[in-house]
């Protein structure tokens, strides 16, 4: 038997003491109780939504648009005649350190989500986790601005630091999904904290854009707009964090004797997938979520590649793009949650993945040198890139076992950001077979295909069932 969290059996006991009670004041105490509870729990939910609110800026405007292009650079200030540096005395070639930190970033977040997610789920205490995550994130990012010159070694550790601690972070703050939302309100809680994030990342670009663009006008350098707009994100992401921390509330879990002790990185992970085998249906649909998520991360990372090498854009073309998928994905979050309601979260993923399918496919005929297809491409991935992710991430709370949220969740988080590479080495290999980016980008529909196949495969309502959850009326 696991660790559950006490809140579970509040509403029984409710119902318990009502019926003890008379039908006077009794029946009217367990009504103000069940509004009293009810406003705590959208309380808890207005909360969580900050969260996405506050870090999803650092995804951004960080990782998308900032940080790889200037620290590849300062890395270059930094290399010896042959173009190499020298970090801990291994010679890197200086335009592939930012790729190398962010791998090392995935490794660390793989040792440490597993690690974090069964301690959340041992003690009941999510916030102080989630706080210590979100201001050592917070921290890095804000300490970019010190990268002037040629402190390349300071980026890689901060780039290393923030991305963990945003991986860790979000482990902890999905996992209270199931806790602050009832069974038929996920997919809308969820598709609404998505449509925070994405509201605020495009905010944060646009004022981050007029600072870039417009640096000389106000006294700058580019390379000091730069470091403004990587520490602002910082500075924003700790200053909602607040938000979260505040309304957000840990519960009590019954501990399980015979529970094992929480282990080491790889050795918490393995547990935790051997207790994932006694939930098969879980683990099916995490296969199929690692399928097409891939898909997706990939078509994030090489659009902008597919746009400047074969559509021959302007890097200001593609920095609109990027803001208008940001734009466009708070509609398609928040439109997409709504037909999860008449259709069930699992047809509206998957009519999601056709949709993918299709846009992949008309990118291959983009003609070159015409930003308006390449606009459209992005409205088309903005409006079923918030929604896919928003109501994956609700659909697998469904598939949980009470009291393995944050155990679970690393596991979700991992298929999200750490194995996210097969999709960029099958886009790779087809470039380099093929010498057509055209070719390149449209082997990425193999991901969304076996993905919808895979999902479809998933009978859902029995997997809500064997995870001992209640099944929601649409799902």
Known sequence: MSTRTTDQAEPAEAADRGDRDGPGD???????????????????????????????????????????????SVAKKAADSEGFVHPLGIPVRAGSFFAYSVSLSVIVAVLVMPLVGALADRTGRKKPLLAAAAYTGATAAAGMFLLGGDRYLLGGL???????????????????????????????VSSRGWAFGYTSGALVLVLNLVLYQGHESFGLTEGMAVRICLASAGLWWGAFAIIPLRRLRD????????????????????????????????????????????????????????????????????????????????????????LARVYGAKRTILGSLA??????????????????????????????????????????????????EAEY????????????????????????????????????????????????RVPVRRAVEAAGNPVPARI
């Open 158 to 188: 901060l780039l290393v630091v923030a991305n963990a601690s945003l991986a860790v972070s979000m482990v902890l703050y999905n996992s209270y999904l199931p806790q602050i939302a009832g069974p038929d309100e996920r997919d809308a």
């Open 26 to 72: 009794g029946g009217e105490a367990a009504e103000a109780g069940q509004a009293g509870e009810a406003a705590a729990r959208r309380r808890e939910q207005r909360g969580w939504y900050f969260y996405d609110f506050a870090c999803s800026v650092y995804s951004t405007s960080v990782l998308t648009v900032f940080i790889g292009p200037y620290l590849t």
């Open 409 to 456: 969740f690393s596991a979700y988080e991992i298929s999200d950001r750490g194995v996210a590479w097969v999709g960029p080495l099958v886009f790779g290999l087809t470039y380099q077979l093929t010498g057509s980016y055209r070719d390149a980008i449209v082997s990425l529909v193999a991901f969304f295909a076996l993905g919808f196949v895979l999902l479809a």
């Open 355 to 404: 949709a993918w399918t299709l846009t992949l496919t008309a990118g291959y005929f983009l003609p070159a040198r015409t930003p308006v297809w390449f606009f459209a491409l992005a409205a088309m991935i903005g409006l079923v890139l918030g929604g896919s992710q928003a109501l994956s991430r609700s659909l697998f709370s469904h598939l949980v076992p009470a009291g393995k």
């Open 251 to 338: 519960r009590k879990v019954v501990r399980d004797p015979a529970a094992p002790a929480v282990g080491t990185g790889w050795k918490q992970l393995v547990a935790t997938l051997k207790d994932m085998r006694r939930h098969p249906l879980t683990l099916s649909f995490l296969l199929a979520y690692l399928v097409y998520n891939d898909g997706v991360q990939t078509v994030i990372s090489q659009a902008s590649v597919y746009g400047s090498e074969e559509l021959k854009l302007e890097q200001s073309t593609l920095i609109v793009a990027v803001l208008l998928v940001q734009v466009l994905a708070v509609a398609g979050a928040l439109g997409m949650g709504r």
